[in-house]
């Protein structure tokens, strides 16, 4: 699977987001604060992601190591499900 674009909800503002699939579910996450469909999208090359995340077998999405942006929970169930309806 290749490089993805998504949006969803955090803390009631529309983010989009840049997703690279990575190995054994783990997916590689940078924030665009701006909408990357006008042409000003963060580049993740060099993996320099903002978080990655990976979906637990229970189905709940955690953080898959220390992050560079913390998200809510349910910013995080947000994202998740954004990835997951995409990937």
């Known amino acids: 699977m290749d490089r993805f674009k998504t949006q969803f ?18 997916y590689g996450c940078t ?9 000003d999208e963060v580049p993740t090359e060099g993996a320099t992601y903002d978080l ?4 637990r077998e229970d189905g709940i999405w955690e953080q898959a ?3 560079k942006v913390h ?6 169930q947000r994202l998740g ?7």
Not at 9 to 24: A, F, G, I, K, W
Not at 31 to 39: A, I
Not at 52 to 55: D, L, N, P, Q, T
């Open 9 to 26: 909800m955090m803390s009631d503002v529309r983010t989009y987001v840049t997703v690279d699939p990575l190995e054994q579910g783990i």
């Open 31 to 39: 924030l665009n604060l701006v909408d990357f469909f006008e042409g």
């Open 52 to 55: 990655k995340i990976r979906k």
């Open 65 to 67: 190591e220390p992050p």
């Open 71 to 76: 998200l809510t929970p349910t910013d995080l």
């Open 81 to 87: 499900k954004a990835v997951e309806d995409l990937g």
